[in-house]
């Protein structure tokens, strides 16, 4: 498969598991009605930040997979963490879910930095592409946390 097919693969794996969640939980969105803390973005940023997150994501796996550096650890990690993300919103949004979705945040927190760290030993570039990812789900934790704090 040639290097540009690997890319796109990638890259279009994690914005379709990303935009396809958004499309099954546009409905139930109710961030505008939540009581934010200080520091919470408009929600429009979201998913422009999420997109970029999802490319980044794909470019970094690509780096690997072009290089023939994946193997089932780094696929594993991906492809799990990829997951948890994914059905994060729905815990947070769908179900309401808003104290386990912060233990459920968190899980992706750890599997994020493991990530890093499994993508870094293979190549350092796609360890560190994944750097804002692991920013943003920090960022997303303390909204998650003291949104359940604020709306119970």
């Given at each position: 498969m040639s290097n540009f097919k690997?890319?796109?693969k990638s890259i279009l794996i994690p914005v379709l598991i990303g935009?396809?969640?958004?499309?099954?939980?546009?409905k139930v969105i109710?961030?505008?009605t939540l009581i934010k803390p200080l520091l919470a973005p408009p929600s429009i940023l979201f998913p422009i930040v999420w997109t970029i997150l999802y490319i980044l994501m794909g470019i970094s796996y690509g780096i690997l997979k072009t290089k023939s550096l994946t193997d089932s650890k780094i696929n594993q990690i991906y492809?799990?963490?990829l997951f948890i993300n994914a059905f994060w919103p729905i815990l947070f949004f769908y179900l309401k879910l808003r104290l386990f979705s912060f233990i459920w945040i968190i899980l992706l927190?750890?599997?994020i930095v493991i990530m890093i760290v499994q993508f870094y030993q293979k190549n350092k570039t796609a360890g560190l592409i994944q750097i804002p990812y692991l920013?943003?789900?920090?960022?997303?934790?303390y909204l998650n946390f003291a949104i359940y704090l604020l709306d119970n």
């Open positions: 690997i890319y796109l935009g396809i969640v958004g499309i099954l939980i546009s109710d961030y505008n492809y799990t963490q927190d750890i599997l920013l943003w789900s920090l960022f997303a934790t």
